[in-house]
């Protein structure tokens, strides 16, 4: 990865993707919802950071660029990476099959980092970590209910779950009771 340019943005969601549960969450998001895991970590990261919040016609647009990248590039490598994983080529060493795979997945994060750059180019305004950490947690999570709009997704308890998985994860310092309450719809932990 030390090919990669460096950004904060990238530098997050690689710190918060490692947290746990936080891969699984952000996968099934991706998988259940149809979300991309960059738009999300963006979302996180803007709210995180003390970054003004997303409008849904700034989201909109932002979405017209990356959807496009997705559909084009990550998707098909990722589908490709899958493929490679669950159905391998029992004709073909397996060594040769796991290298391609690997080759693959390179090429994926590749293509994610790319995106990454993109989205902090189109919106990217000053950060405020003087901001209260409560006013954060609001913001990331108001970022992805703006998402969820643009999705056309009414989240549900699974759903509110992986968002206290992900901003458990951002907001270390705050109580869990303190983020379910911020997220809304789960009852509190007996």
Known sequence: MSDF???PFWNFSLEIYAGEGVAQACLDLQDRRGCDVNVLLFCCWLG??????LTVDRLRAILKVSDVWQSEIVRPLRQVRRLL?????HEALPETVDAARRRV???????EHAEQLKLASLYSPPADRDRP????????IGNLGVYAVCLGVVPDARDRADVVALMT??????PLEEVK????????AP
Do not use: Y
């Not at 995180?48 to 919040?53: E, K, T, V």
């Not at 950490?133 to 990331?140: I, N």
């Open 169 to 174: 994860a951002i907001f270390p310092g705050l």
């Open 85 to 89: 994983r669950d159905k391998p080529w």
């Open 105 to 111: 997945a390179d090429a994926e994060l590749a293509a």
């Open 48 to 53: 995180a950071s003390g970054r003004p919040s």
């Open 5 to 7: 340019l460096p950004h």
């Open 133 to 140: 950490l409560e006013k954060r947690l609001r913001s990331a």
């Open 181 to 188: 309450q911020a997220v809304g719809g789960l009852p509190p």
